[in-house]
């Protein structure tokens, strides 16, 4: 694994580094993690239950299988940017999320960028979680929906939301009144679970796919949004025209059961490249 990687990668929004620590807030607890030669160093507060490290991390996948099938795939098919994807970000792993926390966030996300996505939790964690403190760094826990349903659409607003500030009360106060039991769509079919999704307030295909696939196992979701749209048009469509429909049915065509590794690796690979290399 690396941690660079996996936890830089625009998945989650509650992670830094200093270079040797990466520092996150996961929930309710502050945690720490390094890769030392033992393997993976974890320290939290409070105690993290057992298993939710591998849990997390998702290491119970087979990411040298994963990478295997999808070196084979563009071997085959001659895809020279999941090529470089994986050669540069190989060890990048999936995490499972917390499903109440990955829907908040990803409805943050909407029409916005990482950095600003980071700003906004992080003052409605401030301003709605519970304080938390780890080797002497101060943060937050992710609210409650009741936290969030008592603050209101203006108490949120008041976090940088914006619009997104009424569909996040709107959210935590159906989940409060049992309306929807995010966890309960685990179990549920991919695209049972996706439209139960889009039946929130705020919550489109990208969000729905965005939650599904990390937090909800659907790992055969392939989320798409406008960049993601304007990316794909740009790499693999020849600048033709194409709706974030067609993208996300063709990702999930053309990268079979790698699709969901595949679309993290390609997203982390072109966000790092010179926007006059995509749109010249």
């Given at each position: 694994?690396?941690?660079?990687?996996?936890?830089?990668?625009?998945?989650?929004?509650?992670?830094?580094?200093?270079?040797c620590?990466?520092?996150?807030?996961?929930?309710?607890?502050?945690?720490?993690?390094?890769?030392?030669?033992?393997?993976?160093?974890?320290?939290?507060?409070?105690p993290?239950?057992?298993?939710?490290?591998?849990?997390?991390?998702r290491?119970?996948?087979?990411?040298?299988?994963?990478?295997?099938?999808?070196?084979?795939?563009?071997r085959?098919?001659?895809?020279?940017?999941?090529?470089?994807?994986?050669?540069?970000?190989?060890?990048?792993?999936?995490?499972?999320?917390?499903?109440?926390?990955?829907?908040?966030?990803?409805v943050?996300?909407?029409?916005?960028?990482?950095?600003?996505?980071?700003?906004?939790?992080?003052?409605?964690?401030?301003?709605?979680g519970?304080?938390?403190?780890?080797d002497?760094?101060?943060?937050?826990?992710?609210?409650s929906p009741?936290?969030?349903?008592?603050?209101?659409?203006q108490?949120?607003?008041?976090?940088?939301?914006?619009?997104?500030?009424?569909?996040?009360?709107?959210?935590?106060?159906?989940?409060v009144s049992?309306?929807?039991?995010?966890?309960?769509?685990?179990?549920?079919?991919?695209?049972?679970?996706?439209?139960?999704?889009?039946?929130?307030?705020?919550?489109?295909?990208?969000?729905?796919?965005?939650?599904?696939?990390?937090?909800?196992?659907?790992?055969?979701?392939?989320?798409?949004?406008?960049?993601?749209?304007?990316?794909?048009?740009?790499?693999?469509?020849?600048?033709?025209?194409?709706?974030?429909?067609?993208?996300?049915?063709?990702?999930?065509?053309?990268?079979?059961?790698?699709a969901?590794?595949?679309?993290?690796?390609?997203?982390?690979?072109?966000?790092?490249?010179?926007?006059?290399?995509?749109?010249p």
């Amino acid at each position: 694994m690396e941690l660079d990687h996996t936890l830089g990668c625009g998945q989650a929004f509650r992670w830094s580094s200093d270079g040797c620590w990466h520092f996150g807030t996961v929930c309710s607890a502050a945690l720490k993690v390094r890769l030392t030669p033992e393997g993976l160093e974890c320290r939290s507060s409070p105690p993290l239950k057992a298993g939710f490290i591998r849990s997390y991390f998702r290491l119970d996948d087979d990411l040298d299988a994963i990478i295997a099938g999808m070196t084979r795939h563009f071997r085959e098919k001659g895809d020279r940017h999941l090529k470089e994807a994986v050669q540069r970000y190989r060890g990048l792993r999936l995490l499972r999320q917390d499903p109440w926390e990955c829907l908040v966030s990803y409805v943050t996300s909407i029409v916005s960028n990482i950095p600003k996505i980071t700003r906004c939790i992080e003052k409605m964690s401030r301003k709605y979680g519970t304080r938390l403190e780890l080797d002497g760094r101060e943060t937050y826990s992710f609210p409650s929906p009741e936290a969030l349903a008592a603050a209101g659409a203006q108490g949120l607003k008041d976090c940088e939301l914006g619009f997104r500030g009424r569909y996040i009360s709107e959210l935590a106060g159906e989940v409060v009144s049992r309306q929807i039991d995010i966890g309960a769509l685990r179990s549920a079919a991919y695209p049972d679970a996706r439209k139960a999704l889009m039946q929130l307030m705020g919550v489109g295909e990208k969000v729905a796919d965005c939650v599904s696939l990390f937090s909800l196992d659907k790992l055969e979701a392939f989320p798409v949004d406008r960049w993601v749209q304007r990316v794909a048009r740009r790499l693999f469509f020849d600048d033709r025209p194409v709706s974030v429909r067609i993208v996300r049915e063709w990702g999930m065509e053309k990268y079979g059961p790698y699709a969901r590794y595949a679309q993290e690796y390609l997203f982390h690979y072109v966000r790092h490249l010179p926007a006059e290399s995509l749109f010249p």
